[in-house]
C-alpha cells in the first residue's frame, strides 16, 4: 500500500525557469493538500484540492503559483519564473476526507532556486 | 490570524525518561489536533489526532487536549535517543481545509 508518493524529490532551477511538483495521493484518498517549509520556519499550508476542483487557496502566493489535480493523473504544484525565495521543501498531503480526518505526508521535494 | 504556538526548545531528556511537548492555539472553535514527528530532512509522520478532552494513549504516546485552556499536550513515556526529532503541533482551521502548524518543538534524549 503505496504512501503518498512525490517527485521529484530533488529539483534545482535557475532563476527565471518554471518549476512543476508532482503529488499521488495514498490509494483511497481523494484530497490532497500542498504545505512550503522554508528553513527555520513552519511548514505553511499553500492549497486544498479535490478532483479538478481548487476547495481552499488561501495560502497561495497571488502571483507566479498554481496548482491542479486533474480527473486522471498526479496533483501538480506549478511555480512560474522561480526566484531564490521559493527554495523551500514542497509537501504534499493527503486524506480520505476533510473536516478533521488524519493527513499523510509526502516525502517533499527540496526545491532549490539557484 | 490563527496561531499555534509551541516552545521551540531544544528539550533534553535522558532515555527512559517522559518527555512532555506543549502547544497552544489561538482560536477557541477548534475541534481536530494532531501531533506530528519530522526527522531532520525528512517529511512529518503522523504520531496521533485528537478531538475530545481528555487523554488518549498509543503506546508511549499520549496526547492530552484541554479545549477550554486551548492548550494540547504530547508525554511520551520511555524516551529513546530515536524519538530525538521533532515534534509538531497542528490544529484544523474552521473551514476544515487546512492544518495550521506550530513551529515545532525538538526533543533530545540522551543515551
Known amino acids: 500500500n503505496a504512501g503518498v508518493m512525490q517527485n521529484p524529490r530533488h529539483l534545482v532551477r535557475r532563476r527565471g525557469q518554471e518549476a512543476r511538483l508532482r503529488c499521488s495521493p495514498m490509494?483511497?484518498?481523494?484530497?490532497v493538500y500542498w504545505y512550503r517549509q522554508l528553513p527555520e520556519e513552519g511548514l505553511k499550508f499553500m492549497v486544498y484540492?479535490?478532483?479538478?476542483?481548487?476547495?481552499?487557496e488561501s495560502g497561495m502566493p497571488k502571483e507566479r503559483f498554481s496548482a491542479e489535480f486533474p480527473k486522471e493523473g498526479p496533483s501538480i504544484l506549478r511555480i512560474q519564473q522561480v526566484v531564490r525565495g521559493d527554495s523551500a521543501a514542497y509537501f504534499c498531503?493527503?486524506?480520505?476526507?476533510?473536516?478533521?480526518?488524519?493527513?499523510?505526508f509526502g516525502q517533499g521535494t527540496r526545491l532549490t532556486v539557484v | 490570524q490563527k496561531e499555534v504556538e509551541q516552545n521551540s526548545g531544544p528539550l533534553s531528556v535522558p532515555e527512559g525518561a517522559i518527555a512532555s511537548l506543549n502547544c497552544t492555539y489561538s482560536?477557541?472553535?477548534?475541534?481536530?489536533f494532531f501531533w506530528y514527528r519530522q526527522y531532520s530532512g525528512k517529511s512529518p509522520e503522523l504520531i496521533m489526532s485528537?478531538?475530545?478532552?481528555g487523554d488518549k494513549e498509543d503506546g508511549r504516546f499520549t496526547a492530552q487536549l484541554n479545549k477550554a485552556s486551548q492548550y494540547v499536550s504530547l508525554l511520551i513515556r520511555d524516551s529513546q535517543p530515536s524519538d530525538s526529532a521533532t515534534y509538531l503541533c497542528?490544529?484544523?482551521?474552521?473551514?476544515?481545509?487546512?492544518?495550521?502548524f506550530g513551529k515545532g518543538t525538538t526533543l533530545s534524549v540522551s543515551s
Open positions: 498531503a493527503s486524506s480520505t476526507d476533510r473536516d478533521g480526518t488524519e493527513a499523510f
Open positions: 490509494k483511497g484518498h481523494s484530497h
Open positions: 484540492l479535490q478532483k479538478e476542483n481548487i476547495i481552499d
Open positions: 482560536d477557541r472553535v477548534s475541534q481536530s
Open positions: 485528537i478531538y475530545s478532552n
Open positions: 497542528a490544529v484544523l482551521n474552521q473551514a476544515g481545509t487546512a492544518l495550521i
